[in-house]
């Protein structure tokens, strides 16, 4: 029974991989571009393009489990592909973000909400994850703290509970691998509430200096986000921060509650990536 691990060069995929293989499990590494993912020896890698749908047969060949990313284009195809493959169980990396009012027109939910309808409507059983904000979000900051600059936020006490990657990845393998979660809609999270300035206090104790945080206004905020990404999806994560400014966020499941294991701590995730926040 092999396993099917799409986005095989994201953060998380990769790290599925590297758990089921360790395992000794049969698994197959997908990625629209195949020879670039970094897998172990001996995992089988495979191409998979959601808008070519010639591609899915080759992946989803003897296929039983399949851990996918929501790319909303192309869906149907390959939800009825797997369907006639005789895959059985597809494991969503969602987001949190598609329980909030409003995910169907909103950009940072809407390609997630449109993938786990696609596979609700479908004959395979499904678990969806949902993380929250991750932990590595904060490599956003890394060229500002490297070259000693402010971090500039237009709402520095927003509070999230930000989880780290390494924590879905483990959340990800007992979904494929045992049938505690199988099904199951899962709000994923860390195990503490941080504001954005608690966490850079975190990463200023790590490094061991100032990081200097500099409040802006939205306006600016908008400006400055406006250079990488569309302006829809600039407003609606200030929208999303804006809302966060009022009180603790929710703690949602962990892997201390679903594994019985402690969940990792922003501070850990800090630890092991403070080489990222120097400048080279």
């Not at 691990?5 to 360790?22: D, F, N, P, S």
């Not at 571009?33 to 992946?59: C, I, K, M, S, Y």
């Not at 999303?240 to 009022?246: F, I, P, R, T, V």
């Amino acid at each position: 029974m092999t396993l099917l691990i799409t986005g095989a060069r994201g953060q998380i995929g990769r790290a599925v991989v590297e758990r089921l293989h360790a395992a000794g499990l049969p698994v197959r590494a997908a990625s629209a571009r195949p020879a670039e993912p970094t897998v172990p020896a001996g995992v089988e890698t495979v191409e998979l393009v959601l808008d070519r749908p010639e591609t899915f047969a080759a992946a989803l060949r003897g296929v039983r489990q399949v851990f996918l990313y929501p790319r909303p284009g192309g869906i149907h195809d390959l939800v009825e592909a797997a369907e006639a493959a005789g895959v059985e169980h597809v494991v969503l990396l969602s987001s949190s973000s598609v329980l909030a009012p409003g995910a169907e027109s909103d950009p940072l939910a809407s390609h997630s909400l449109t993938v786990e309808r696609a596979l609700a409507d479908s004959a395979l059983t499904t678990t969806f994850l949902r993380p929250d904000a991750f932990a590595s979000n904060s490599l956003g900051w890394a060229r500002s703290i490297g070259h000693s600059l402010p971090v500039q936020l237009p709402y520095p006490d927003a509070h999230i509970a930000p989880i780290h990657p390494e924590d879905i990845a483990d959340v990800a393998a007992r979904a494929l691998t045992g049938d505690s979660l199988t099904g199951r809609s899962l709000t994923l999270t860390g195990s503490e509430s941080l504001t954005f300035r608690e966490q850079l206090a975190v990463l200023s104790d790590t490094l061991g200096r100032e990081i200097p945080v500099e409040h802006i206004s939205r306006a600016e905020a908008e400006q400055q986000m406006g250079r990488h990404m569309p302006a829809p999806m600039v407003g609606s994560l200030l929208d999303l921060w804006e809302g966060a400014n009022h009180g603790p966020a929710a703690i949602g499941e962990t892997t201390e509650t679903l594994l019985g294991v402690p969940a990792r701590t922003y501070r850990q995730w800090a630890r092991e990536n403070a080489a990222a926040f120097t400048a080279e």
